[in-house]
């Protein structure tokens, strides 16, 4: 891991006007806004891999596709190797493009399903007119197929999407993402879709990845576990909030932050029954649309108190590294 | 007698490109109370099995061999509308797709009702009480069973479902995935509520997922399937502390465990086995790191290791030594 800093968010806020019907426009409901991030700041580093972990709709996505300048955030800023992205001039936001590259979820609705594989690898190169002959396109496909761990790189060139497992088209979508030569790539929910026996083959190409090329990656997953193997650090989400964030071992081991504990408390392990000590929390997420006044996890919290309801709780670091956003750790 | 015992069982589908050999000689047991654990990578027959159990294989899938008694009799040979008079008061099914699977335009109560009244001759109004006792039952207040499904988020939805699965007094619950699509907090409710309601009532439960980690808290037996074969079948300690199967094994070691080291697990090399053409031998020989010449052509018996614990595999001592 290096010490130059390679993308980082600053009081990242991302929120979503809901468009009104027009009833409620008739009878003048006021306008409501789903904060997806209300108040995110983290750093990668240069082949660091940091996790995102939380429920659906905690805004683990969101804060993915704005690190990205996919979506555009409301408040706060984002910077790509120390350039903030918003004040990029048209060259280095093509840089900015090559350079920071997404992972999504689901293999089957990521790529296109007619197009052979060496098209799906190359638009990348082509909409950013990178290659000149027809050779040196073959070369990089094939250099990026090898790389994912598509071998023979050749016997994939010229069939579809169809024609190939999960595992094989979750590599396809990884070819087409290191082909650019990235930093940094956002991987949402890279391996939710595949069965556990291939799950720990694309885990391991990210390792390797990361190892020979210098790979930084935002991990976006729903389970702890997962980013407790793959991540240096982890970060807990929860309604538009980070809560905790620290060192993967540390988050998992002497987690702090009531959420994280009931969390780490159900993180299944494969063996025999461990029933003691779990703590499932009652309800569900509310509704991010509706305003919380005071820490956003009071609703379900345990151990909440009526300054809880109050006042939000900063991130507040608790040890190097380690901040936690609760007031009861920080007392 | 056993309340449920599948012995050798098979279920082909005919197809355009040949017989698909779904699930090609499958057993296990499941007593009254009892949870079974049915897990596999995509593709092993889990879901199959599951249908074969209910009579719910869709026109192409017949089952073409083996014996499926429920407190002895074998439903395979009841014709469909004895089959319908057992459906939903002997077994039923919560799928994967709870959001999916609830009419969206229609109270919930009134779909749960619909079943009941469809099955016994009870008035509406006598249904739908039960309709908000079984909303009760899963922890769901009563008033809600007037809300449309989109009023519901997903683990309510789910929780539904399973009042639905319950509205007949089933014996047997068969939970096909019931929390993959879910949030892992809404997942260890379902999971703890599926529990709590075995013991209550009684029924045999069997839990179909491809998650071995949450078998370990939740049921009592797990068996291992692949290539449409119960491979390895036994309790929860039997499997993850006595392991006699390579697949097993290598199944266990897939899913990250606190308690061990931060090294990402190998994985299972290779592809589960093509069902139109199943290989010679053990089905896993060709994934497997331990197989020998004799696995090639001989198709391993299922060996008793103990009372409850079978393998099925020529080399089960070496497995269990750790060699």
Known sequence: MGNRIIAEVKDLKVHFEIKKSLSKDLFGSSKRNLKAVDGVSFQIKEGEILSLVGES??????????????????????????????????????????????????????????????????????????VKSEEERTERVREALEQAGLVPAE????????????????????????????????????????????????????????????????????????????????????????????????????GLHPYTKALTS?????????????????????????????????????????????QDPELAEISLGHCVACHFVQK | ?????????????DTSSGEYKAVD?????????????????????????????????PKEGRV???????????????SDDEIR?????????????????????????????????????????????????????????RKRIVNYPHEFSGGMKQRAMIAMALACNPKIVIGDEPTTALDVMVQAQILNLL?????????????????????????????????GKVVETGTVKDIFEHTAHPYTERLISCFPNISKGKVIPEGIKGTPPNMFDPPAGCSFHPRCHMAKEVCRYMEPDAEKISEKHLSACHFFREVMNGE
């Open chain 2, 195 to 227: 529990e709590k309601l075995r013991h209550e009532l009684n029924m045999g439960l069997i839990l179909i997922t491809h998650d071995l980690s949450i078998l370990g808290e939740t049921c009592d037996k797990i068996a291992v399937m692949y290539g």
């Open chain 1, 155 to 254: 016997d994939f060139f010229f069939r579809y999407p169809h024609e190939l497992s999960g595992g094989q088209r979750q590599r396809v979508v990884i070819a087409s993402a290191i082909i650019m030569k990235p930093d940094f790539i956002v991987a949402d929910e890279p391996v939710s879709m595949l069965d556990a026996s291939i799950r720990t083959e694309i885990l391991n190409l990210m390792m390797d990845l990361r190892k020979h090329n210098r790979l930084a990656y935002l991990f976006i997953t729903h389970d702890l576990s997962l980013a407790w193997l793959v991540s240096d650090r982890i970060a807990i989400m929860y309604l538009g909030r980070i809560m905790e964030i620290g060192g993967a071992d540390e988050i998992i081991q002497r």
């Open chain 2, 64 to 78: 073409a061999g083996g014996e499926i008694l429920m407190e002895g009799i074998d439903i395979l040979k009841l």
């Open chain 2, 25 to 57: 000689g499958a057993g296990f047991e499941l007593d009254y109370g009892e949870a079974l654990g049915l897990v596999g990578e995509s593709g092993c027959g889990k879901t199959t099995c599951a249908l074969s159990i209910a009579k719910l294989l």
């Open chain 1, 57 to 130: 709709g905690c805004g683990k996505t969101t804060t993915g596709k704005a690190v990205l300048g996919l979506v555009k955030p409301t408040e706060g800023k984002v910077f790509f190797s120390g350039e903030e992205i918003k004040s990029l001039d048209k060259g280095s936001m093509k840089q900015f493009r090559q350079k920071a590259q997404m992972i999504f979820q689901d293999p089957y609705q990521s790529i296109n399903p007619r197009e052979i594989i060496m098209d799906i690898v190359a638009e990348p190169l082509e909409v950013n007119r990178l």
């Open chain 2, 85 to 141: 008079a057992k459906r939903w008061k002997e077994v039923s099914i919560i799928f994967q797709g709870a959001m999916n699977a609830l009419n969206p335009v229609m109270m919930v109560g009134d779909q749960i009702a619909e079943a009941i009244v469809l099955h016994e001759k009870v008035r509406r109004e006598e249904a739908l009480r039960r309709a908000g006792d079984l909303f009760e039952l899963v922890e769901m207040p």
């Open chain 1, 266 to 310: 159900i993180m299944p392990v494969p063996g025999v029954r461990r029933k003691a000590g779990r703590k499932v929390l009652p309800g569900e997420t509310p509704n991010p649309m509706d305003e919380i006044r005071g820490c956003k996890f009071s609703g379900r919290c345990p151990m909440a108190e009526p300054l809880c309801r109050e």
């Open chain 2, 1 to 13: 007698m056993p309340l449920l015992e599948v012995k050798n069982l098979k279920t082909y589908f």
